[in-house]
């Protein structure tokens, strides 16, 4: 079998790449992929990323998902392969540090206070209610929320806000660090988010469906909604402080 068919059996049987593949005629038939993952990411962070280092992180990604993958567990390889592109990805967004301390160290406040909030209520707060806890106006707690529209539901601060790698960080370490345990401990993850997710909002719920399992852009869920980017920005900040409070507190457990 030529070298650019064995890479069209790959993908299309999702069966394991073989040992002389050429890497270039796999890199070349999952470009499209690759580069698809870069701009829906490149939508949601600051204009000074770069698109093609994203792209560049994605090739990267996609020749260690050649290296590791592991037909014996049940996974399709082009499953694997679009995990390990879109992971590598974040993780160089991660190294750049792309968000700055102060607004990390505002974020953990935030979730602190939504999260106290609720349990003292027993239901999640509104904004006016988390205003009144951090004593300042209702515009400048939305202010603070749209410098956070960057948030991801994980996020990388967790461990260095707390200083002691607790929470969420240290479960999505331990899940790195032990490869056969790394489905299980993932899977729980999975289960404890969903959960968390149910209890938001309804408006926020439908928000964050839409934006990481729809994979609509802000601008589209506005157009949803009937509001306007900014706004929408702001909500799912609000949305991903809640979860963040809520996954630290049950990480903890």
């Given at each position: 079998?030529?070298?650019?068919?064995?890479?069209?059996?790959?993908?299309?049987?999702?069966?394991?790449?073989?040992?002389?593949?050429?890497?270039?005629?796999?890199?070349?038939?999952?470009?499209?992929?690759i580069?698809?993952?870069?701009?829906?990411i490149?939508?949601?962070?600051?204009?000074?990323?770069?698109?093609?280092?994203?792209?560049?992180?994605?090739?990267?990604?996609?020749?260690?998902?050649?290296?590791?993958?592991?037909?014996?567990?049940?996974?399709?390889?082009?499953?694997?392969?679009?995990?390990?592109?879109?992971?590598?990805?974040?993780?160089y967004?991660?190294?750049?540090?792309?968000?700055?301390?102060?607004?990390?160290?505002?974020?953990?406040?935030?979730?602190?206070?939504?999260?106290?909030?609720?349990?003292?209520?027993?239901?999640?707060?509104?904004?006016?209610?988390?205003?009144?806890?951090?004593?300042?106006?209702?515009?400048?707690?939305?202010k603070?929320?749209?410098?956070?529209?960057?948030?991801?539901?994980?996020?990388?601060?967790?461990?260095?806000?707390d200083?002691?790698?607790?929470?969420?960080?240290?479960?999505?370490?331990?899940a790195?660090?032990?490869?056969?345990?790394?489905?299980?401990?993932?899977?729980?993850?999975?289960?404890?988010?969903?959960?968390?997710?149910d209890?938001?909002?309804?408006?926020?719920?439908?928000?964050?469906?839409?934006y990481?399992?729809?994979?609509?852009?802000?601008?589209?869920?506005?157009?949803?909604?009937?509001?306007?980017e900014?706004r929408?920005?702001?909500?799912?900040?609000?949305?991903?402080?809640?979860?963040?409070?809520?996954?630290?507190?049950?990480?903890?457990?």
């Amino acid at each position: 079998m030529a070298p650019r068919e064995a890479a069209m059996a790959c993908v299309s049987y999702d069966a394991p790449p073989p040992v002389a593949i050429d890497r270039d005629a796999l890199v070349s038939e999952f470009m499209t992929t690759i580069k698809y993952h870069a701009a829906r990411i490149k939508m949601r962070v600051p204009p000074n990323i770069d698109m093609e280092d994203l792209v560049s992180s994605g090739v990267v990604g996609l020749l260690d998902a050649i290296d590791r993958f592991d037909p014996s567990r049940g996974i399709k390889f082009k499953t694997y392969a679009e995990f390990r592109i879109r992971g590598t990805m974040l993780d160089y967004l991660r190294e750049m540090d792309w968000f700055p301390r102060s607004i990390r160290q505002s974020s953990t406040r935030l979730r602190n206070a939504y999260a106290r909030l609720e349990g003292l209520l027993g239901r999640p707060p509104e904004e006016e209610e988390v205003a009144e806890e951090l004593e300042i106006p209702l515009e400048e707690l939305r202010k603070k929320l749209a410098m956070l529209s960057g948030l991801s539901v994980l996020s990388h601060d967790e461990y260095q806000e707390d200083g002691d790698g607790s929470g969420i960080q240290r479960f999505l370490w331990e899940a790195a660090k032990d490869d056969a345990r790394e489905e299980e401990l993932l899977k729980d993850l999975k289960e404890v988010l969903a959960k968390s997710i149910d209890t938001l909002p309804e408006r926020e719920k439908q928000l964050i469906a839409l934006y990481y399992y729809e994979d609509l852009t802000m601008r589209e869920i506005g157009e949803i909604f009937g509001l306007g980017e900014p706004r929408i920005c702001q909500l799912h900040a609000q949305a991903v402080l809640r979860l963040r409070g809520k996954l630290h507190t049950q990480m903890e457990r």
